[in-house]
């Protein structure tokens, strides 16, 4: 019993040994200026980490729009690089140059990689992250994508690491499997706040996201958040009146067609499970 | 200030170059004058003959104000010698030059008939003989000296021995009249461009080994590093050649963003290509030739090593990814937008390889910062059509389906109204579908907090009975 007490406490320490914690971690972090988050995440998202992203293919548009949001918090002015495959950029749209010019992200900053399969987006991935001149990389895979598996994105993370280049998997419609992520979120697009030149609430407001840290390396995870995006700053904000692990706080709306809808939906039951097991 | 050259109708009244510019202003108030640029005019021939190159590939400059073409074996392809000089004759006037000209069997004999108009004469020799002794481009003492003697023409000094000619004004005067009178020859030098540096190898035993080929290719390429490094260029196109004993030969090219002439960065993208290969690269019985040709080449200065990695460096370490990945994915393997002046959102952004786009677009927003995009993040072209319930026929729409999903719109702007390019319309029509419908976009926001955009292609009534609903687009 004493001798297997021995042998753990030694392999934690070759474990600590291998994290290789950073020595400072006060500017390796990017904020994203909701206050309550980045309290929790002790001053932000790490830089020169890999972050996954989970969204149902439904909410491909806030998924990636956030994803994108979040490299530019992470690249300061660097350039941005966004890898996919050509299936991805047939089925989910090209990105729109007049549409990121107005979330305040500079098209010239971004290149967009797009490659023939999921074997060379992960190679390719692998590459950019070595690149200590690129500002951060979104990845996006669509689907269950079998070839990321704990090897490939412990490569991954070992890449960004050394270059500190903030990865973000950009992960459409897949499910969580074990990875070297330093933290997973799930994000959905949240029912935007009414502008104030606009008291009837008819107008979509400014991009809201409903985020949940699915999972979160020595830290706590289980918790959600609003945001919304502020262009003319440049960082997310709270949503006003917004409480942690309260969902149902913003609008009738949001809860009264919540019903209506999932009964018109086309069910999706890998979504489902796959939530109940991150929890 | 002297003249150093003068328009026709300056020289028909009485000005020559050399005069002062207070003498000629008194002459003629009027005088317009420019300051002389000998360089400039030397880019101007430079020019004028790289564009001669068309009548025959052998062009020369004939200082100072001269182009030299070799038209042997040319003139057929124009229809004759005479129809060739006809041509370029034209084609410099239309360049505002004015030009004279001359075909002879000799450089000299040419330049000189060009500057000496003489009346017809039955040939080019007696042409030549009736010249001018001045056409013999001496000294003007000795051209002064040679009519004092009664010399007034070739053909006076074509009849004298040579060598009394040659005592009395030297060996260059005899060569001068030898050359126009086709006697000696002097050869022309042809200004050509740089030819593509090309590095060879030639091996006594065929090499069976790829990666020693590899070896030598990085020794090949850093002999063409320092030829690019001579010219102070940098490759932007490589082109490796691998011949096998046997007769076939492998091509391998690779492209740069940014100009190199470094050897381990241009044998990185060919490793990075080796890789790529359906078919590995197969030595056979083995190679007995490799070539290495810089197929295209930019001005690269020589760099020096920024001290703490400064901005310079970075853009080159990105270039270099763009590079790799270009390989590996294809010229358009990695892109970066560009803005397009359109109107019609699905063309008003173009997405380049960034292998080749260089100077940074500017990009202008129409949202105000701290208002709501109007457009979206994502573009989906072409748009994909969806099923409306609209409240009213030309109303805003109340819920679409989508992928097979039904949203309850909650929230709405719109409609934006965008026309189509009727100025492309053909023979006038207006409302056509030769240049597309009007579109009425919405931006719509669904139960869940999803953002569209969907546009309703055609006014209802007008353009079409029953316009179609598209998806065009995704806000975060």
Known sequence: MADSVHTLTALRRHIAMLDRKPASDGHVRFATGHEAMDRTLDGGLARGRVHELFGTSEEEGATSGFALLLARLASDDAPLLWLRTHAASRAGGVPYGPGLAAMGLDPTRLLIGIMADDTMLLRAAVEALRCPALGALVIELRGRAPLLDLTASRRMALAAEASGVTALLLRIGGDPVPSAAETRWRVEAAPSLPLPEDPSGRIPGMSAFALTLLRRRAGRDGLEWRLVWDSEKGGFEEIAGDRRHERDGDGRAAGGADPALSGALVSLPPDRPAAGHAA | ?476
């Open chain 2, 1 to 476: 200030m002297r003249l150093a050259t003068l328009d026709a109708a300056a020289l028909a009244i009485g000005l020559t170059p050399g005069m002062t510019l207070a003498d000629a202003r008194a002459r003629e108030p009027g005088l317009a004058v420019f300051e002389a640029d000998p360089h400039a005019d030397q880019d101007w021939l430079e020019r004028l003959c790289d564009g001669c190159a068309r009548y025959s590939p052998g062009v020369a400059i004939d200082p100072p104000h001269g182009l030299m073409l070799d038209i042997s074996g040319c003139g057929h392809l124009w229809g004759g010698d005479e129809a060739l000089a006809v041509a370029a004759v034209d084609r410099l006037e239309r360049h505002g030059m004015r030009v004279r000209h001359a075909i002879a069997g000799t450089p000299e004999a040419a330049h000189a008939l060009a500057r000496f108009p003489s009346g017809p004469a039955p040939d080019e020799d007696a042409a030549v003989r009736r010249l001018p002794v001045e056409a013999l481009r001496l000294e003007p003492e000795s051209a002064q000296a040679l009519r004092r003697a009664g010399l007034r023409t070739l053909g006076d000094l074509a009849a004298r021995p040579a060598s009394a000619l040659a005592a009395r004004f030297g060996e260059e005067a005899v060569d001068a009249l030898h050359a126009l009178l086709g006697l000696g020859h002097r050869p022309l030098s042809p200004r050509r461009p740089r030819p593509a540096i090309r590095v060879e190898r030639r091996f006594a035993e065929p090499m069976g080994s790829t990666a020693h080929a590899l070896k030598i290719l990085e020794e090949m390429a850093a002999q063409a590093g320092e030829r690019l490094a001579e010219r102070a260029q940098g490759g932007r196109r490589f082109e490796a050649l691998f011949f096998r004993s046997d007769g076939l030969a492998f091509p391998l090219r690779v492209e740069t963003s940014l100009p190199v002439r470094d050897a381990p960065a241009i044998m990185r993208l060919f490793r990075e290509k080796i890789d790529g290969l359906s078919d590995p690269l197969d030595p056979g019985f083995g190679f007995d030739m490799m070539r290495l040709t810089v197929a295209a080449a930019d001005p690269l200065v020589p760099t020096q090593l920024a001290l703490e990695g400064g901005e310079a460096r970075k853009q080159e370490s990105v270039a270099a990814l763009v590079d790799r990945l270009s390989i590996r994915a294809g010229r358009a393997g990695v892109q970066r937008l560009v803005p397009r002046d359109s109107h019609i959102p699905e063309q008003a952004q173009l997405a380049l390889p960034a292998i080749e786009s260089r100077a940074p677009a500017i990009w202008t927003s129409r949202s105000e910062p701290g208002n709501p995009p109007l457009r979206p993040l994502h573009l989906f072209d072409p748009p994909q059509p969806i099923e409306v319930v609209a409240l009213a026929p030309d109303g805003p729409p109340h819920r679409f389906r989508w992928r097979r999903t039904l949203h309850e719109v909650s929230r709405y702007e719109g409609p934006e109204r965008i026309a189509p390019e009727w100025w492309l319309a053909k023979g006038g029509e207006i409302a056509g579908d030769s240049v597309g419908r009007t579109r009425d976009y919405y931006r719509v926001e669904d139960a869940r907090g999803r953002r569209y955009w969907i546009f309703r292609h055609g006014i209802q009534g007008m353009e079409a009975a029953h316009p179609g609903w598209y998806m065009h687009g995704l806000f975060a």
